[in-house]
C-alpha cells in the first residue's frame, strides 16, 4: 500500500479521482463569461458582426504549500460571412489541474435570422477533448511496488454542442449545451459515452442607462453541472463612453469576483480576481486576464466552405 507525503497531496490526488470518473461532463470556469460568448455558446458566433479575437489565461491558486492548482488557456475567434445570416467560430482550451490535462478544439456554425428588434441566433458546434494524465509525476512512497503501474494515459473524446442566443443593442440572453457526450470509464483502457444534459447553462443580461456616458449591466448565469445547480450574478458599470467597465460577482455563496475591463479603439483588456467568502481558512484565488481584438471588417465569404 501506498501513501503520500502529506495529507494535502491527499486531497489534490481524491480530486483527481473524482475528476477521471466525469471526464466530459466538465467545462472550464470563467468569470468573465459575458465578454467570452464563444465559450459559453456556439450560436454567439457573429454576433458582434465583426471578426474578433479573445486569449484568455485563468490562474487560481490554492496557496503556496500546494502545487498543481487549476490553470486554465482559452483561444476563440468568430466572424459573420458574406451571407450576414451566417457565422463561424473556433474556440480552443487547455485546462490544467495538477498532474491531468484537458485540451479541447471545438468549430462553431451560427444561423442568424431577424426577431423583433433583435437578433436570434442558433448554433452547433463540433470538436473533441484530448485528456492526459501524467501518473508518472506523482510521488510514491515505494516506487518498485509492483501493485501500482504508473503511465502516462491520453484519451480522445470526440464531442457536440448546440446553443440559441438573443441579442439586441441592449439585451442578450442564450440558452446552450456545449457538450452532449459524456464519457466514463468502461474498462481499464476504454470509455464509453452517453447523452447528457450537464453543463447545460441559461444567462442573459442587458444595458440600462444610467446618467450620461453612464451604463448599469446586470448579468445572471445559471449552469446545471450533474450534481447541482451553480449560479453567478453580476453587476457591471460602463463609463467614458464604455472605454472603462468596472463590475463585481457573486458565485454560489461562496466566491466574490471583482473585475475591471479597459478599451482602446480596437482593443479590450479585461482582469478578473475571484476570492472565497464565508469560509474561514479558505485559501483559493483566482487571477482572470483576458485580451480581446475586435477587426472591424466582415470576411467577405459565400459559405463556411468557401473562403476568399
Same mark, same amino acid.
Given at each position: 500500500?501506498?501513501?503520500?507525503? =502529506?495529507?494535502?497531496?491527499?486531497?489534490?490526488?481524491?480530486?483527481?479521482?473524482?475528476?477521471?470518473?466525469?471526464?466530459? *461532463?466538465?467545462?472550464?470556469?470563467?468569470?468573465?463569461?459575458?465578454?467570452?460568448?464563444?465559450?459559453?455558446?456556439?450560436? !454567439?458566433?457573429?454576433? %458582434?458582426?465583426?471578426?474578433?479575437?479573445?486569449?484568455?489565461?485563468?490562474?487560481?491558486?490554492?496557496?503556496?504549500?500546494?502545487?498543481?492548482?487549476?490553470?486554465?488557456?482559452?483561444?476563440?475567434?468568430?466572424?459573420?460571412?458574406?451571407?450576414? *445570416?451566417?457565422? /463561424?467560430?473556433?474556440?480552443?482550451?487547455?485546462?490544467?489541474?495538477?498532474?491531468?490535462? %484537458?485540451?479541447?478544439?471545438?468549430?462553431?456554425?451560427?444561423?442568424?435570422?431577424?426577431? @423583433?428588434?433583435?437578433?436570434?441566433?442558433?448554433?452547433? %458546434?463540433?470538436?473533441?477533448?484530448?485528456?492526459?494524465?501524467? *501518473?508518472?509525476?506523482?510521488?510514491?512512497? %515505494?516506487?518498485?511496488?509492483?501493485?501500482?503501474?504508473?503511465?502516462?494515459? =491520453?484519451?480522445?473524446?470526440?464531442?457536440?454542442?448546440?446553443?440559441?442566443?438573443?441579442?439586441?443593442?441592449?439585451?442578450?440572453?442564450?440558452?446552450?449545451?456545449?457538450?452532449?457526450?459524456?464519457?466514463?470509464?468502461?474498462?481499464?483502457?476504454?470509455?464509453?459515452?452517453?447523452?447528457?444534459?450537464? =453543463?447545460?447553462?441559461?444567462?442573459?443580461?442587458?444595458?440600462?442607462?444610467?446618467?450620461?456616458?453612464?451604463?448599469?449591466?446586470?448579468?445572471?448565469?445559471?449552469?446545471?453541472?450533474?450534481?447541482?445547480?451553480?449560479?453567478?450574478?453580476?453587476? =457591471?458599470? /460602463?463609463?467614458?463612453?464604455?472605454?472603462?467597465?468596472?463590475?463585481?460577482?457573486?458565485?454560489?455563496?461562496?466566491?466574490?469576483?471583482?473585475?475591471?475591463?479597459?478599451?482602446?479603439?480596437?482593443?479590450?483588456?479585461?482582469?478578473?480576481?475571484?476570492?472565497?467568502?464565508?469560509?474561514? @481558512?479558505?485559501?483559493?484565488?483566482?487571477?482572470?486576464?483576458?485580451?480581446? !481584438?475586435?477587426?472591424?471588417?466582415?470576411?467577405?465569404?459565400?459559405?463556411?466552405?468557401?473562403?476568399?
Amino acid at each position: 500500500m501506498w501513501y503520500s507525503k =502529506n495529507s494535502k497531496f491527499l486531497i489534490i490526488l481524491f480530486m483527481l479521482m473524482v475528476a477521471a470518473t466525469c471526464r466530459a *461532463q466538465y467545462h472550464p470556469q470563467y468569470s468573465q463569461y459575458m465578454f467570452n460568448g464563444l465559450a459559453l455558446n456556439p450560436a !454567439y458566433a457573429g454576433s %458582434q458582426e465583426v471578426l474578433n479575437i479573445a486569449a484568455l489565461c485563468r490562474n487560481s491558486q490554492w496557496g503556496n504549500s500546494i502545487e498543481g492548482a487549476p490553470v486554465t488557456y482559452t483561444f476563440a475567434g468568430d466572424f459573420p460571412l458574406r451571407n450576414p *445570416q451566417l457565422a /463561424l467560430g473556433l474556440l480552443i482550451f487547455d485546462d490544467i489541474i495538477n498532474i491531468s490535462k %484537458q485540451t479541447g478544439a471545438y468549430f462553431a456554425y451560427s444561423f442568424h435570422v431577424r426577431a @423583433g428588434e433583435g437578433k436570434l441566433s442558433l448554433g452547433m %458546434q463540433a470538436g473533441f477533448d484530448v485528456q492526459r494524465e501524467n *501518473q508518472t509525476r506523482l510521488i510514491l512512497i %515505494q516506487p518498485d511496488d509492483p501493485m501500482f503501474h504508473l503511465e502516462k494515459l =491520453n484519451t480522445f473524446m470526440p464531442n457536440a454542442g448546440v446553443g440559441v442566443y438573443y441579442y439586441t443593442p441592449r439585451i442578450f440572453a442564450g440558452l446552450s449545451l456545449p457538450q452532449l457526450l459524456a464519457y466514463s470509464p468502461n474498462t481499464a483502457d476504454s470509455y464509453k459515452s452517453k447523452i447528457t444534459l450537464s =453543463n447545460t447553462m441559461l444567462y442573459g443580461g442587458m444595458m440600462i442607462p444610467a446618467g450620461r456616458n453612464i451604463f448599469i449591466k446586470p448579468s445572471a448565469l445559471l449552469r446545471y453541472t450533474g450534481n447541482g445547480v451553480l449560479l453567478d450574478m453580476n453587476c =457591471n458599470f /460602463l463609463m467614458f463612453n464604455e472605454k472603462l467597465e468596472l463590475g463585481v460577482s457573486w458565485r454560489n455563496s461562496t466566491t466574490l469576483v471583482g473585475m475591471a475591463q479597459f478599451r482602446y479603439q480596437s482593443y479590450c483588456l479585461g482582469y478578473a480576481y475571484d476570492f472565497a467568502i464565508g469560509k474561514p @481558512g479558505a485559501i483559493n484565488t483566482s487571477h482572470e486576464i483576458m485580451l480581446r !481584438y475586435d477587426l472591424k471588417i466582415k470576411v467577405k465569404a459565400a459559405s463556411p466552405l468557401y473562403l476568399n
